[in-house]
């Protein structure tokens, strides 16, 4: 059977959460500064995301997928739970981006983009794609059947940017 990812459903990941499809989706997201893990598990084929906006929770109270150290640890033990291997892990990191003039936004890109490759680091998961930092923002499209992924930078974010491809599929 040839694999078509028009045939799959998509969802809109927004910031703060986490996505693991029992079937294969079409996930989009659209970051700035914030920092996106997709993990693929080779053997299964099967994949997932998340789109985290600050670096570290600040305490334990607020801890939330919010922060990478908490939505990519949470992505990366949803998928040991549900019995993938390391060994057959990748991982795709997308964002930290910002722009020149605004340095508190350069500083949570830079630490969200470090705080996930800590992670993955740690966790032994090999880094496929590291598609981050710069100045432009990025519309994402995973593919969590295949495992393949799609980048476009932007000059600038717009409303309408969050998803790109409604309409398409109509």
């Known amino acids: 059977m040839v694999h078509n990812p028009e045939m799959l459903p998509g969802y809109l990941l927004q910031p703060g959460f986490l996505f693991i499809p029992d079937e294969g989706t079409v996930i989009s997201t659209v970051l700035g500064s914030c920092v996106a893990v997709a993990l693929f598990d080779r053997k299964n084929q099967k994949g997932g995301m998340n789109h985290f906006l600050y670096p570290q929770a600040p305490d334990p109270s607020r801890a939330t997928t919010l922060y990478g150290n908490?939505?990519?640890?949470?992505?990366?033990?949803?998928?040991?739970?549900?019995?993938?291997?390391?060994?057959?892990?990748?991982?795709?990191?997308?964002?930290?981006?910002s722009p020149p003039s605004i340095p508190e936004a350069q500083a949570i890109a830079k630490n969200n983009i470090s705080t996930a490759l800590a992670l993955l680091q740690k966790a032994e998961i090999p880094i496929s794609v590291n598609d981050t930092g710069g100045t432009k923002g990025r519309k994402i499209i995973f593919d969590t059947l295949s495992g393949e992924s799609v980048v476009y930078r932007v000059e600038r974010l717009r409303s309408g940017d969050w998803y790109p491809y409604k309409g398409m599929r109509e």
Not at 75 to 87: A, D, E, G, M, R
């Open 70 to 97: 908490v939505s990519t640890a949470a992505l990366i033990h949803c998928f040991i739970k549900s019995h993938s291997q390391k060994v057959d892990l990748e991982a795709m990191i997308f964002g930290g981006a």
